[in-house]
């Protein structure tokens, strides 16, 4: 059982966003609709952190990034360098395994269009604070979007000025940890070419240089 210094399922600490659930379970009766928990393997050394839950994706399944657009691309890199047993991420009765791989969000709640306050993003970090620092001490961080990045410096207690976000870019953590920075694999930053499949790739190429 998952500690709740790292997920808590009862959480209503942020009212905006309990509230919003409670509208969406209201909506759609059979989507998780509540806090969605961190998915993979408990001795990872590696944590993707993405920015929230989104409305059909994991706030319907209750599993990061799962019947997500955003996922695609996330589970087929996840697939081809070997964290995965398969390329896509369904539900959560879909057999999805993955190795040395551990995938949470800066926020575990839905936001109402996708976008946590500042304050909702301050109010959730403790428990990627206890999260991280259960990650061995050579574990690679790897953040999907600027919002990400940043709550990864705020778990460190680090000003947000220590490490500008940048596509592929890295950075030495105080603890030895290192955060890699990506561009969200969002559908917008897809279909507005952003990011493209091969910059996508190569922060994977990086993950696998850094873990030899």
Not at 26 to 42: I, L, T
Not at 58 to 80: H, I, M, V, Y
Not at 95 to 109: D, E, P, Q
Not at 118 to 130: G, R
Request: charge should be positive; include cysteine; charged fraction near 20%.
């Amino acid at each position: 059982m998952m500690s709740k210094k790292i997920y808590d399922l009862d959480c209503k600490a942020c009212k905006r966003l309990d509230s919003f659930l409670a509208e969406v379970k209201c909506k759609y009766s059979d989507y998780h609709a509540r806090p969605v928990a961190p998915f993979g393997d408990n001795n990872a050394h590696l944590l993707i952190v993405g920015l929230a839950p989104g409305m059909h994706g994991a706030n319907a399944s209750g599993r990061p990034f799962t019947g997500d657009a955003s996922g695609k691309w996330l589970f087929q890199a996840l697939f081809d360098f070997g964290f995965s047993n398969q390329q896509n991420a369904d539900s959560r009765s879909d057999g999805l395994l993955l190795r040395n791989c551990r995938i949470t969000n800066a926020v575990k709640c839905l936001p109402p269009q996708n976008k946590p306050t500042a304050l909702e993003v301050n109010q959730c970090n403790h428990f990627l604070h206890e999260e991280i620092k259960t990650m061995p001490k050579a574990a690679i961080i790897m953040v999907l979007g600027s919002v990400a990045h940043q709550a990864v410096l705020k778990a460190y207690g680090l000003k947000l000025s220590t490490a500008k976000f940048g596509h592929n870019k890295q950075f030495q953590l105080p603890d030895g940890k290192v955060l890699l920075s990506s561009y969200h694999c969002s559908r917008y930053n897809i279909q507005t070419k952003r990011l493209t499949k091969e910059m996508f790739v190569e922060v994977f190429k990086t993950i696998d240089s850094l873990m030899v």
